[in-house]
């Protein structure tokens, strides 16, 4: 009887070790199989010019917007009216130097008009309001604050850099006097200061580079100094220009011409600053009006009103 129960474990041991081993087997035959399409298909796909990898869908899917919007830019560039040049200086004037800009621009327009009225549907549907009138009234709402969206977002951007370049204009000029007098070149001088505003003036040191790009790709300084005026949209700007060409022509001393320049642009800046404190007190006095005196006649009378109602004096 032992003699059989030890036939009987040793044969189930068997059992287990075959199903085992085929098991094993049939999983590293599985897995050298799908390793060997795997390879086949990779090596089809470099033959016949596509990919197969996990990635590939996502890679279709740029590729797909990389080309609509290069079809959208050509048509954009194609069209030369008065609103696309329009919108082509305001995309230049908010730092926008990117080729794709007026596409962009036209998509984010039409994506955000299309979202917003979705999300206005959504919102009518919460409210539960069936009434034509309110509904295609919020449904347009929705839509026009979607389209009007992208051009709001280019006013913004065009009037904090304005107000950004206006600041950092007179010290531009009064570096600009320190290299002159130390006798550095205008192409030089505009290299220097360039790296110093680095740090202080971000937007002014790039637009001061570019304009370094165009003189060594063979710009005039007079044309150069245009496009950096064009690109500033500051009046001071474009009145710099206009001084160092009118310097250049009747030969006068430019060093000159720039401290007089310089000394105008301090004196505007603390006009500005003038301005903008003799206005404070007008500025504040709504908010007084509004937050400040009532609080303190609500301090005042309180102690009076409670006393005339409870009669104690």
């Known amino acids: 009887m032992s003699a059989f129960g030890d036939s009987g474990v040793a044969t189930l041991g068997i059992l287990v070790f075959l199903a085992t081993g085929t098991l094993a087997f049939a999983l590293m035959v599985g897995a050298r199989a799908r390793n060997e399409v795997r390879r086949r298909a990779a090596s089809v796909a470099a033959d016949h010019g596509f990919s197969t990898d996990s990635h590939a869908l996502h890679q279709s899917g740029l590729e797909a917007v990389r080309k609509f919007i290069e079809r959208a830019t050509k048509h954009y560039a194609s069209v030369d009216n008065k609103d696309m040049k329009v919108l082509r200086r305001r995309l230049l004037l908010a730092g926008i130097y990117n080729q794709h800009g007026v596409a962009y621009f036209f998509l984010a327009r039409v994506a955000l008009a299309a979202s917003m ?3 206005s549907l959504f919102v009518v549907s919460l409210l539960a309001l069936h ?21 709001l977002y280019l006013d913004r951007r065009i009037a904090a850099r304005r107000q950004e370049h206006q600041a950092g204009f007179p010290d531009f ?3 600009l006097v320190v290299c002159a007098d130390a006798g550095l070149a205008m192409e030089a001088a505009l290299e220097r200061v360039g790296r110093e505003l680095a740090d202080s003036h971000r937007s002014l040191a790039f637009n001061i580079h570019i304009t370094n790009l165009e003189i060594r790709a063979g710009r005039t300084l007079a044309e150069a100094l245009e496009h950096l005026a064009d690109r500033l949209g500051l009046e001071e700007a474009r009145s710099f220009a206009s001084l160092i060409q009118q310097s250049d022509e009747f030969g006068s001393s430019i060093s000159n011409a720039l401290r007089v320049y310089s000394d105008d642009m301090r004196h505007k800046r603390m006009s500005r600053a003038e ?4 206005a404070l007190p007008a500025k504040l006095a709504v908010p007084m009006m509004l937050c400040i005196f009532p609080v303190l006649f609500i301090v005042i009378l309180t102690p009076v009103i409670v006393r005339l109602a409870t009669g104690n004096w």
Do not use: I, Q
């Not at 301005?275 to 003799?278: C, D, M, W």
């Open 117 to 119: 009225v979705l999300a």
């Open 131 to 151: 009434a034509k009138a309110s509904f295609w009234l919020l449904v347009m709402t929705g839509g026009v604050c979607g389209y009007l969206a992208p051009s």
């Open 173 to 175: 000029m009064d570096l």
């Open 275 to 278: 301005e903008k404190a003799y």
